[in-house]
C-alpha cells in the first residue's frame, strides 16, 4: 500500500496527522527548513514527537530542506547527527552541496531528496540514488505518464514520493523569489511572505490615482495564486505510475486540518486496497468530506498536462468550521476547548478517526456549572451532555455560514 505522509507543523499537528491515520509524518527543527513560520519543533519536543510517532508504528521525517550557505553547513550535518541519534527515520534535504556533506557526515541516515530540488528526469533520481538517497521526493511539474516513464527506468531500492493534496506554488517545485523582492524574506530560507496570494492592483505612470485591479477574464488570468492540489479521485492512477509515498502539504496548516484531510485520504486508501469498486463509490461522499476544512477551489496539478484553471484562486473556503477540540470526557459531557462560536441547538459533528458522528447541542455549562446559551471566546472550556463516547484529540465541527460554493476538482 502507498505511504501517507502528513504535514506535522508542531506537536498538535502531529498528534492529530498519527491519531487520523498517516503512515508518517514530516516535520522541522526551529532552523534549516523551509517552514520557519511553523511552529516545529526543539530537541526536547523533537525526542517527544519520535516516542509517539514510534509507539504508533509511524516514521517521522525531519525537513533539513534550506538552502544553506557555506558557514551554515557544519551546523546543518550536527543538527542531522543529533537527530539521527534521536531516532529520526530519514532527513528530507534539498541542495546538493548539503546532501553530500550529510552523506560523508552522517552515513546512516538516510536521505530523501525534496522536491526543491527539482528532480524531472530519471538521470537526475539515478544520480542521486547512486550518492545514496532512498527517495526521490518529484517535482510537481510532472505528469502521471512521465512519472511511470521515469519509475521504470530506475532500481527497485529507490522510492517515489509525490504531492497529492495541498497549496501550490506558481513558481518551479517551489523554487520562488518573489517574497525575497517583494518582502524581503528569503521562501529559499524557510521565511516566504506568499506574495503570490496577495491581491494585486496595477498602476498606469500617468494616472496614479486610478488603481485597476487585476483580474480574470475571457483571455485568461493576470494574478498569481494558484489553485490548490488535489488528487482524492486519482489514486489508482498515482499507484499505477509507481508512487510509494502520497504527501499531503500543509506544515502551516492547523491541527484540524491535519487531522480531516488525513481522515479522508486514509478511508480513500483503505478503500482502495479493499476493493477499487468501494474506493469509487465513496468518492462523492469524500470529496465532500474533504471540502469542511478549509481550502482554495482545486484541481489536478501537473499530473495530467497543464493545470486547469492555471491560477486564479481567490481565498479559503470551506463548508464546516472548527468549532472546537475534545479534551477527554467528563461523565456523559464533552470537555471541549472552543475554537469559533456556537450555539444551543446548532447541529455540529464529531470527527474521530473512527469516523463522523452528527448531533443537536442540547445544553452548555461552563466548568462551574452554569448554564450558557452560546459559547464564542476561544480557548474557552465548557461541558456538553452527549449520549456518546469521545476521546482527546477528537474535533468538533459546524456550519459554516460564511461559505460560498467553489469549484473542486
Not at 168 to 186: E, F, K, T, Y
Not at 194 to 222: H, N, S
Given at each position: 500500500?502507498?505511504?501517507?505522509?502528513?504535514?506535522?507543523?508542531?506537536?498538535?499537528?502531529?498528534?492529530?496527522?498519527?491519531?487520523?491515520?498517516?503512515?508518517?509524518?514530516?516535520?522541522?527543527?526551529?532552523?534549516?527548513?523551509?517552514?520557519?513560520?511553523?511552529?516545529?519543533?526543539?530537541?526536547?519536543?523533537?525526542?517527544?514527537?519520535?516516542?509517539?510517532?514510534?509507539?504508533?508504528?509511524?516514521?517521522?521525517?525531519?525537513?533539513?530542506?534550506?538552502?544553506?550557505?557555506?558557514?551554515e553547513l557544519d551546523d546543518l550535518a550536527n543538527d542531522a547527527q543529533r537527530a539521527y541519534e534521536a531516532g529520526v527515520d530519514a532527513a528530507i534535504v534539498s541542495d546538493l552541496g548539503a546532501f553530500s556533506v550529510l552523506r560523508r557526515r552522517v552515513p546512516e541516515l538516510a536521505l530523501h531528496v525534496s522536491t526543491q530540488a527539482n528532480v524531472m528526469n530519471a538521470a537526475a533520481a539515478r544520480v542521486?540514488?547512486?550518492?545514496?538517497?532512498?527517495?526521490?521526493?518529484?517535482?510537481?511539474?510532472?505528469?502521471?505518464?512521465?512519472?511511470?516513464?521515469?519509475?521504470?527506468?530506475?532500481?527497485?531500492?529507490?522510492?517515489?514520493?509525490?504531492?497529492?493534496?495541498?497549496?501550490?506554488?506558481?513558481?518551479?517545485?517551489?523554487?520562488?523569489?518573489?517574497?525575497?523582492?517583494?518582502?524581503?524574506?528569503?521562501?529559499?530560507?524557510?521565511?516566504?511572505?506568499?506574495?503570490?496570494?496577495?491581491?494585486?492592483?496595477?498602476?498606469?505612470?500617468?494616472?496614479?490615482?486610478?488603481?485597476?485591479?487585476?483580474?480574470?477574464?475571457?483571455?485568461?488570468?493576470?494574478?498569481?495564486?494558484?489553485?490548490?492540489?488535489?488528487?482524492?479521485?486519482?489514486?489508482?492512477?498515482?499507484?499505477?505510475?509507481?508512487i510509494e509515498s502520497l504527501k499531503i502539504e500543509g506544515r502551516m496548516k492547523t491541527a484540524y486540518y491535519v487531522a480531516g484531510v488525513t481522515h479522508v485520504y486514509r478511508q480513500a486508501l483503505d478503500l482502495l486496497y479493499e476493493e477499487e469498486a468501494a474506493y469509487r463509490a465513496a468518492l462523492p461522499d469524500l470529496q465532500r468530506e474533504i471540502r469542511k476544512v478549509s481550502h482554495r477551489a482545486s484541481?489536478?496539478?501537473?499530473?495530467?498536462?497543464?493545470?486547469?484553471?492555471?491560477?486564479?484562486?481567490?481565498?479559503?473556503?470551506?463548508?464546516?468550521?472548527?468549532?472546537?477540540?475534545?479534551?477527554?470526557?467528563?461523565?456523559?459531557?464533552?470537555?471541549?476547548?472552543?475554537?469559533?462560536?456556537?450555539?444551543?441547538?446548532?447541529?455540529?459533528?464529531?470527527?474521530?478517526?473512527?469516523?463522523?458522528?452528527?448531533?443537536?447541542?442540547?445544553?452548555?455549562?461552563?466548568?462551574?456549572?452554569?448554564?450558557?446559551?452560546?459559547?464564542?471566546?476561544?480557548?474557552?472550556?465548557?461541558?456538553?451532555?452527549?449520549?456518546?463516547?469521545?476521546?482527546?484529540?477528537?474535533?468538533?465541527?459546524?456550519?459554516?455560514?460564511?461559505?460560498?460554493?467553489?469549484?473542486?476538482?
Open positions: 500500500m502507498m505511504e501517507l505522509l502528513a504535514p506535522a507543523g508542531g506537536m498538535e499537528q502531529l498528534k492529530a496527522a498519527v491519531r487520523f491515520g498517516a503512515d508518517a509524518v514530516y516535520g522541522g527543527l526551529n532552523r534549516f527548513g523551509l517552514r520557519a513560520s511553523a511552529g516545529n519543533f526543539d530537541w526536547e519536543e523533537l525526542d517527544e514527537a519520535l516516542r509517539i510517532v514510534h509507539q504508533a508504528g509511524k516514521r517521522f521525517y525531519l525537513t533539513l530542506n534550506i538552502l544553506p550557505y557555506d558557514d542521486f540514488a547512486d550518492l545514496g538517497a532512498r527517495r526521490i521526493v518529484l517535482s510537481r511539474e510532472l505528469s502521471l505518464d512521465r512519472i511511470a516513464a521515469l519509475r521504470k527506468q530506475l532500481p527497485d531500492g529507490i522510492q517515489l514520493e509525490a504531492f497529492v493534496h495541498g497549496a501550490m506554488c506558481m513558481a518551479h517545485s517551489g523554487r520562488c523569489m518573489l517574497s525575497d523582492h517583494l518582502a524581503g524574506r528569503g521562501g529559499n530560507r524557510g521565511a516566504c511572505a506568499q506574495p503570490c496570494r496577495w491581491e494585486f492592483t496595477v498602476l498606469e505612470a500617468k494616472r496614479p490615482e486610478e488603481p485597476m485591479p487585476v483580474i480574470e477574464d475571457e483571455r485568461g488570468t493576470y494574478i498569481f495564486s494558484a489553485y490548490d492540489l488535489n488528487m482524492l479521485a486519482h489514486l489508482p492512477e498515482m499507484r499505477d505510475a509507481g484541481n489536478t496539478g501537473f499530473y495530467f498536462g497543464k493545470p486547469e484553471p492555471s491560477s486564479g484562486a481567490e481565498g479559503f473556503s470551506q463548508t464546516m468550521e472548527f468549532s472546537g477540540q475534545v479534551l477527554g470526557m467528563r461523565e456523559e459531557r464533552l470537555l471541549v476547548a472552543v475554537k469559533n462560536r456556537f450555539h444551543v441547538g446548532d447541529t455540529l459533528e464529531l470527527l474521530s478517526p473512527k469516523g463522523v458522528c452528527p448531533f443537536t447541542v442540547q445544553k452548555i455549562f461552563d466548568e462551574e456549572g452554569n448554564s450558557l446559551d452560546f459559547v464564542s471566546v476561544a480557548g474557552r472550556r465548557v461541558l456538553i451532555p452527549v449520549d456518546f463516547t469521545a476521546e482527546a484529540g477528537d474535533f468538533l465541527r459546524g456550519p459554516n455560514r460564511n461559505h460560498r460554493m467553489d469549484t473542486d476538482a
